[in-house]
C-alpha cells in the first residue's frame, strides 16, 4: 500500500516562499505522474501543478511564474516551491500520485495546510 505524507506548510506573509514536500512510501515506479491540488474553503479542489515522469510540467495560471514543481524519482518525492505568495494561495494542499498505466493506482496526500497572511 502506498503512502503519501506531506511537509513543509505554514502560515507566511504575502509575497514569502514556502517549500512543499511529498514523500512516498512503499513501491512507486518512475510511470506516476505526480501533482499538487488546492482546496480552499468553500471551493472545489483544483489543480495546481503536475510533472510527468519525464518532467514535463503543466501549472494553473493562477501560479504560473510563481510556482516550481519538481521531482526526485530516487526519493519518491515531489515537490511545490512557492513564493511570491498571495492570501488567495491560502488552501489546503494535497499531493497526488497517479500511475498512467493502472488508474487504480491513484494515491492521495492527507493535506496540508499553506496559509498568506499578514
Known amino acids: 500500500q502506498v503512502q503519501l505524507v506531506e511537509s513543509g506548510g505554514g502560515l507566511v506573509q504575502p509575497g514569502g516562499s514556502l517549500r512543499l514536500s511529498c514523500a512516498a512510501s512503499?513501491?512507486?515506479?518512475?510511470?506516476?505522474?505526480m501533482g499538487w491540488f488546492r482546496q480552499a474553503p468553500g471551493k472545489q479542489r483544483e489543480l495546481v501543478a503536475i510533472i510527468t515522469s519525464g518532467g514535463t510540467t503543466n501549472y494553473a495560471n493562477s501560479v504560473k511564474g510563481r510556482f516550481t514543481i519538481s521531482r526526485d524519482n530516487a526519493k519518491n518525492t515531489v515537490y511545490l516551491q512557492m513564493s511570491g505568495l498571495k492570501p488567495e494561495d491560502t488552501a489546503v494542499y494535497y499531493c497526488?500520485?497517479?500511475?498512467?498505466?493502472?488508474?487504480?493506482?491513484?494515491?492521495w496526500g492527507q493535506g496540508i495546510q499553506v496559509t498568506v497572511s499578514l
Open positions: 497526488n500520485f497517479r500511475n498512467i498505466i493502472d488508474a487504480t493506482a491513484n494515491y
Open positions: 512503499g513501491s512507486i515506479s518512475s510511470i506516476y505522474v
